[in-house]
Structure formats: C-alpha cells, structure tokens
C-alpha cells in the first residue's frame, strides 16, 4: 500500500475543498481508510474514516455535517469533501489504511500517506 494524499490548498473560512487519497499499490480496496489531521503544536487527530465496503463512515464531532468522506471505485480513491470550513480546520490532513482496530485511534493504522496542507484563512 503506497497512499498519497493531494488537494490540499489556502481557502478562505466558509470556503469547500475536496481531499483525495491514491494508492499506488492499488490495493487498499481491502482496507477500512481513515483520514487525520495536526495542526501545529497539537497532537494528530482522528477526521474521519470509511469501512472497506463503504457501507459505513465515522467522523469527528467536530467535522459532523460539513465533511464527507467515501470510496470511489472506479478512480480507486477515498475522498474527503470539506464543506463550511473553519480556521480551527487548518491542519497537515493525511490518510491512512487501518488493517484493524479501532478506526478513530491512529496507532491503529498500518499505511500512512506524506500528508496535504490545509490552510484556512479568516
């Protein structure tokens, strides 16, 4: 599993932006994928995550009802669609393929991706 996150980009608070995770091993089919982030001097914190079928998704509280995450299958990709963003969003977000656990606790995860800059201003 080779994950690589991109879309990352600077927009302005309310503003959308659209995350994408690739696996150029193309074979993270089989994974439940999650999505993190860290902000500067904080600690890495759980997003979101989707089950291997896509049958199920889990977020933060903090992101309840402005992201969405899911599986495209044709693109072979897990995507994370950020709606209404905040300044507190502004964060490094990686992806990561969880081969079990607990999907929001990240030392769970087995596969990381080099991470995508969010930066959003006020």
């Known amino acids: 599993v080779q994950l690589q996150a991109s879309g990352g980009g600077l927009v302005q608070a309310g503003g959308s932006l659209r995350l994408s995770c690739a696996d150029a091993?193309?074979?993270?089919?089989?994974?439940?994928m999650g999505w993190f982030r860290q902000a500067p001097g904080k600690e890495r914190e759980f997003v979101a995550a989707?089950?291997?079928?896509?049958?199920?998704?889990y977020y933060a509280d903090s992101v309840k009802g402005r992201f969405t995450i899911w599986r495209d299958g044709a693109k072979n990709t897990v995507n994370l669609q950020m709606n209404r963003l905040k300044p507190e969003d502004t964060a490094v977000y990686y992806c990561?393929?969880?081969?079990?656990?607990?999907?929001?606790?990240?030392?769970?995860?087995?596969?990381w991706g080099q991470g995508t800059l969010v930066t959003v201003s006020s």
């Open positions: 091993g193309g074979t993270f089919t089989t994974y439940d």
């Open positions: 990561a393929a969880l081969w079990s656990g607990d999907v929001t606790r990240a030392k769970d995860y087995k596969y």
């Open positions: 989707i089950s291997w079928s896509g049958g199920s998704t």
